[in-house]
């Protein structure tokens, strides 16, 4: 992340074409074709997510399995979008004042799309358990809080982690309601404004993904503490270290604010930026690190134990379900090229660049694109954790063994009714 939300003095081109809360709502809906996705292709090597995520199973024939469910959410709101956006199209003709005009028509979009997503009890034949849990889920974890292991606390943790990535886009909803609602400004659809409600709140909002998981560290912290300290569970440690890593990305955001608000019209001092690089780096290399290491459990940066005969292939586990192991390597290097994003802002000519609305956009694309590809590991790793019984942890339950990839996976079906 780079925190650093800095825009084009100008209502551009690409913001005519496409204002800020449709991009909010695309990458919204983009989030729901991309858990579908994970999830059928997860359920297609036989990793069971719904018993991962302590989600209940259905068995009547009737009912669409679970990724299923999620298809017809996803295109019930992308028909919904695509509609909007073209009777916007019709209406403002890319003129800048009908652009400003109709700014309530995308802004009605997005209550319409966190409605049917999150608020509305109703069209019950549409992933109605589904959307009930994720609502539940966020209510639980909007404060911090983690649910125990029996009740679904890897899904928890999941959601979470999937907020962090989109952090940006929590502030680019934000900036879309704030200029709508002040009284000066030309609206939702107008330049956004990433300084609207003042030079706190934005960075607030960003940093709160990170506070959620923080505090979640430090409950799953206590939870071992209180508990009985065996060499399977540890002191907490790993639990601490997992705080921290949240932790770095407060720097990060702080000293963006610091540059971007510098008051005076001169250049922000120079040590601000100097800060903000090294927060950066300790930023990414320590969660790319954490990524691979921990929520993965790859051996690559284990001296000893990557080497080990029993792995698949150097550095990486005895048990490889997603792909071959080229993939993993594909995906190793991935990941540190997108957690290092923000180093276009070090070359001159690609840092103007950065800030140009389109590559924004672009950036939280790849960070929701980074995300994605990281749930397919950490969910296969989470499954290997629970159906391993060397090394179980005293939390965990061990379910019935799918990997076998000559057996189909266990179907479990949506109870949409």
């Given at each position: 992340m780079d925190g650093d939300p800095a825009v084009e003095p100008e209502l551009d081109s690409f913001?005519?074409?496409?204002?800020?809360?449709y991009r909010v709502a695309f990458i919204i809906v983009l989030a729901v074709w991309a858990w579908g996705i994970n999830l059928h292709y997860l359920y297609l090597i036989g990793i069971d997510v719904p018993s991962l995520i302590?989600?209940?199973?259905?068995?009547?024939?009737?009912?669409?399995?679970?990724?299923?469910?999620?298809?017809?959410?996803?295109?019930?709101?992308?028909?919904?979008?695509?509609?909007?956006?073209?009777v916007f199209w019709v209406f403002t003709h890319r003129n800048p004042e009908l652009v400003l005009a109709w700014d309530w028509l995308p802004l009605l979009y997005l209550a319409v799309l966190l409605g049917i997503l999150i608020f509305a009890p109703f069209f019950k034949s549409l992933s109605h358990n589904g959307r009930a849990r994720l609502r539940s889920?966020?209510?639980?974890?909007?404060?911090?809080?983690?649910?125990?292991?029996?009740?679904?606390?890897?899904g928890d943790i999941l959601l979470s982690d999937v907020l962090t990535s989109y952090a940006k886009v929590l502030a680019d909803l934000y900036v879309a309601l704030c200029m709508f609602f002040r009284s000066e400004g030309g609206g939702a659809t107008a330049r956004p404004d990433r300084g609207c409600g003042g030079?706190?709140?934005?960075?607030?909002?960003?940093?709160?993904?990170?506070?959620i998981r923080l505090r979640q560290c430090l409950i799953e912290y206590s939870r071992v503490r209180r508990g009985r300290i065996t060499e399977a569970t540890g002191w907490g440690g790993q639990h601490l270290a997992n705080s921290l890593k949240y932790a770095t990305a407060f720097p990060v955001i702080v000293f963006s604010a610091l540059q971007r608000n510098s008051s005076g019209g001169q250049p922000p001092p120079v040590h601000y930026y100097r800060a903000w690089i090294v927060a950066c780096v300790v930023n990414s290399l320590y969660s790319f690190y954490w990524d691979v290491a921990k929520d993965w459990d790859l051996t690559i940066f284990d001296s000893e134990a990557r080497s080990a005969p029993d792995l698949k292939a150097f550095g990486l586990r005895r048990r490889l379900h997603v792909g071959?192991?080229?993939?993993?390597?594909?995906?190793?290097?991935?990941?540190?090229?997108?957690?290092?994003?923000?180093?276009?802002?070090?070359s001159p000519h690609l840092g103007r660049m950065a800030d140009w609305e389109g590559s924004i956009f672009l950036i939280e694309l790849l960070e929701v694109f980074r995300r994605w590809i990281w749930i397919f590991f950490r969910v296969e790793t989470e499954w290997i954790r629970n159906t391993t019984t060397v090394g179980l942890e005293v939390d965990d339950i061990l379910l019935p063994d799918y990997h076998n990839h000559n057996i189909q996976g266990p179907k479990y079906e949506d109870d949409d009714d």
């Open positions: 913001s005519l074409t496409f204002p800020l809360p302590r989600y209940p199973g259905r068995s009547s024939p009737h009912h669409p399995t679970h990724h299923l469910s999620t298809y017809r959410l996803a295109t019930v709101l992308s028909s919904i979008y695509v509609f909007a956006l073209l889920t966020l209510k639980r974890i909007s404060v911090g809080g983690l649910a125990e292991t029996k009740d679904g606390r890897f030079a706190v709140v934005v960075p607030l909002v960003m940093a709160l993904p990170s506070l071959p192991p080229a993939l993993y390597y594909c995906v190793i290097t991935m990941d540190l090229v997108l957690r290092c994003t923000w180093s276009l802002k070090l």
